[in-house]
């Protein structure tokens, strides 16, 4: 006999089969399950398209007297799509088995439905998991920005390049493989216009489905970094709001210029989020350099870090992971908490997320 554990999970690999593919509406996976034996199983594939719910549902003719295992609270509302909550009442379903309930005001309230159309409803199956499969999504709703991740490439003695700016590479192969699957899973990524020179990326991920935004922080729009200009779909580059207007003339219109206020001679990390989050951007994965990681650091909007550290030494003065003045005392460190240690190759990769 399978527990409702057991089911739960089933249900959450159906919702990861679409990591990085529903912004912005978050992961979800369904499965029905009738006399301990599954009957049918469905996840959301993307924006638009039917809800985990309405597809395990349209995978079966015989659901009544089954039990759903969802990973999130049925929607009651109309969107894009109808209340899967009326779909599920209409069905027979006899149980439903929800992991987390629905942060959205708008869309709660399918718990309360479900009970009234005399459904049995049990909440908090794999709550931790189903709410960090959606991270994203809970950060968007919770905090109305986009939820930020911190990837940086260190050597042991912390430092992200040479003196003399070279970083290609830190980290071994396998490691860049990694990072770029990572990105796929993120709806931007954003990296400095020192790192955009230096560097001259192409900043693409491995796969990804749907639009993903390359961003550029260039107060100046001092540009040289072609790799990114000769590729304007879905780049971003943000600028001073006083920057001089000719300077606009010398970047392909397809590119999306923001400006936006500068603080302490740093362009707003707030107001870039407010720009972004209004866009529809809801994820963005900040690669640096120094200048942009201690930026955001400081303003305490990194909620998630990958931090990859490749067994060498510099040995000498490089450039270190963050420039400027860090805290002055060890018991005001910030630190990562649910930390996770794996090696990837011949390097060191530390995840956690930050207590903000």
């Known amino acids: 006999m399978q527990t409702d554990e057991y ?22 996976g369904a499965v029905i399950v009738k006399n301990n034996r599954l009957i049918a199983s469905g996840y959301h594939h993307k924006a638009g398209m039917p809800h985990a719910e309405i597809e395990a549902l349209n995978a079966t003719e ?9 990973t999130l609270e049925p929607c009651n509302h109309y969107g ?61 709703v919770t905090k109305r920005r986009p939820f930020v991740v911190m990837k940086a490439a260190t050597t042991l003695d912390g430092q992200i390049a040479t003196s003399t700016g070279s970083s290609n590479w830190v980290t071994g192969d396998i490691s860049r493989q990694y990072t770029k699957r990572l990105r796929s899973r993120y709806d931007s990524i954003l990296i400095g216009a020192n790192t955009a020179r230096s560097d001259n990326p192409t900043l693409l991920p491995y796969k990804k ?12 729009l001092t540009l040289g970094y072609p790799n990114l200009l000769s590729n304007p779909e879905n780049l971003i580059i943000f600028c001073d709001e006083k920057i001089d207007n000719s300077r606009l003339k010398l970047i392909d219109k397809r590119v999306i210029i923001k400006k936006v206020k500068s603080k302490n001679g740093k362009l707003d990390i707030s107001e870039v989020l407010e720009a972004l989050f209004k866009m529809g951007i809801m994820s963005v994965f900040v ?7 201690k930026s955001f650091l400081d303003e305490r909007l990194y909620d998630k870090a990958f931090i990859f550290v490749a067994p060498k030494f510099l040995g000498g003065k490089g450039i270190p992971l963050f420039h400027g003045k860090g805290v002055d005392f060890m018991k005001d460190a910030i ?22």
């Open 335 to 356: 630190a990562l908490k649910e930390t996770v240690f794996r090696k990837i190759g011949k390097d060191l990769v530390i995840s956690g997320y930050f207590d903000v």
């Open 80 to 140: 894009r799509t109808p209340p899967c909550t009326a779909a599920i009442a209409a069905s027979g379903i006899k149980r439903a088995v929800i992991a987390a309930r629905d942060p959205n005001p708008e869309a709660a309230g399918g718990i309360e439905r479900l009970k009234k159309a005399g459904i049995e409803v049990k909440v908090g199956v794999c709550e931790k998991e189903a709410r960090k499969i959606n991270e994203v999504f809970i950060t968007n």
């Open 7 to 28: 089911w739960m999970r089933f249900a959450l690999r159906q919702a990861l089969k679409a990591i990085g593919a529903t912004s912005p509406n978050p992961m979800v």
């Open 62 to 70: 015989d659901a009544k007297g089954a039990t759903m295992y969802v």
């Open 287 to 293: 690669e640096g350099g120094a200048n942009i990681h």
């Open 209 to 220: 489905s749907g639009k993903f935004y390359r961003i550029v922080f260039d107060s100046r």
